[in-house]
């Protein structure tokens, strides 16, 4: 098993599991901004998802067909959609990331970093970890049942006949 690989399932299988479930919850609650986190359900998802679109350029030099811009809000849908789409696109760079040499230019927030390939990676799969987790939270703190997005609840899904 490739551990990256799984990690990168496990990622979209998460988020396309938050998606399904705001689909089943009141559109106004996808609107609201609860305390402690600074977006929306629907704005947290469209920056998950957008970000990402920059990882993959940045990783591979292809831009996404259809780029989320910032601050944009996409209904569950379309994020749907495109969170399909990049998953395909990760499976398709991981297949050629050994090869990848990325430098990452120095930002306000890092030195330049050669060999940013695994920083990518590692930062599009915390980045997904951290909003999903403020999603969940903001479906509890509105009264609303988030789903059951933890590695086990993936593993269950994904390996059932493995089992």
């Avoid at 799984?6 to 689909?23: G, T, V």
């Avoid at 609860?34 to 359900?41: H, K, L, N």
């Avoid at 969170?83 to 230019?105: F, K, N």
Wanted: with cysteine.
């Amino acid at each position: 098993m490739n551990l990256l690989r799984e990690l990168f399932r496990y990622h979209a299988w998460a988020s396309l599991q938050l998606i399904d479930n705001c689909r089943g919850q009141p559109p106004a609650a996808l609107h609201e901004v609860v305390a402690g986190t600074d977006r929306s359900i629907l704005h947290t998802l469209a920056h998950v998802i957008g970000n990402e679109q920059w990882y993959l350029e940045t990783l591979t030099g292809k831009p996404a067909a259809t780029p989320i811009r910032q601050d944009e809000i996409l209904s569950l849908v379309d994020l749907q959609r495109r969170c399909e789409s990049q998953s395909r696109r990760w499976e398709a760079a991981l297949d050629q990331i050994a090869q990848l040499d990325v430098t990452l230019p120095a930002d306000e927030s890092r030195p330049e970093t050669p060999h940013g390939q695994n920083l990518l990676a590692l930062q599009a799969i915390q980045h997904g970890i951290d909003h999903r987790t403020q999603v969940c939270t903001a479906l509890r703190v509105l009264g609303l049942e988030p789903p059951n997005i933890d590695g086990w609840s993936y593993w269950a899904a994904a390996h059932r006949s493995n089992v």
